[in-house]
């Protein structure tokens, strides 16, 4: 991109347990600049922020930030659910000489993009049209399992900050009644995000192999979901499935929890990559699959967000607002 001549930039991250995404932004949310970079060369999000901003080129440096993180944000001090890094906004906020730091939980930031979102960022994956004034829901699998949604409030969209992904997951067939007892045998609470994330594929992959009894080989999720492997390795096709399949059953648990008839949306880096796998998956008829609500769900749209940066509309939305306040 071009850079801006603006006299003003605010900062945008969105961290994760692996890589940490940072970007510039204009007042009217523009991004004029962004990087990734691995979690894992730096000691904490401090030096992180640091090194991007040395990278920053001609650029004005931001004096006002907002960061999504993959961890609960309760109060000054956060810790990452996924990633040791440990960190108080305040003296982050005081290191980088910033005069107001955001850090918001990064499914709060991708629901806040939800109303940003053009035609071309998202991709239908089946029901009808969306209602005007009704909550919105919004599910990832990534590092973890993001949960999150829009309520309306008037003109105004209240984002909610929780952890669904740590709901109980809940089989729906026999084979997954298995797979979830082999995973209760090496795992205390087997929640959603222990199944619907990058170390959930190979959990399932794992637990799998475990319950048909041959040995597991040593794949990442990665691999597990590339399609040349499914077509050589019938448990990675199966797990893969699986996935698809019981991250339907938990967004259409969050559709009737929600009341989501507004839409449901799938963010996260797995899901899009898996393109049309995805369309053609169970996905869409385990989200509807809930009896006398079938029809209530078979209404609702679902969506995945193939926006590449949709935290960073979500950072400069919640940094709008504050300004407008």
Known sequence: MTPSKSPTTWLVGDIGGTNARFGLVSPDGTLLHSSVLADADYPGIA???????????????????????????????????NHPWVFSISALCARLRFQRLEVINDFTAQALALPHLKDGDKAIVGGGAPLAGYPIGVLGPGSGLGVSGLIPAGKRWIPLTGEGGHATMAPITERESAVLGAMRRHIDHVSAERVLSGPGLVNLYNALAEVDGVPARQYTAAQITDAETGNSDALCREATEMFCAMLGTVAGNLALTLGARGGVYIGGGIVPRLGERFAASAFRHRFEAKGRFRAYLAAIPTYVMIHPLPAFLGCAAALMERSAA
């Open 47 to 81: 030096e992180a922020i640091e090194s991007y901003l040395a990278g920053r080129g001609g650029l004005p440096r931001p004096r006002r930030g907002a960061i999504a993180i993959a961890s609960p944000v309760a109060g000054d001090e956060v810790r990452m659910t």
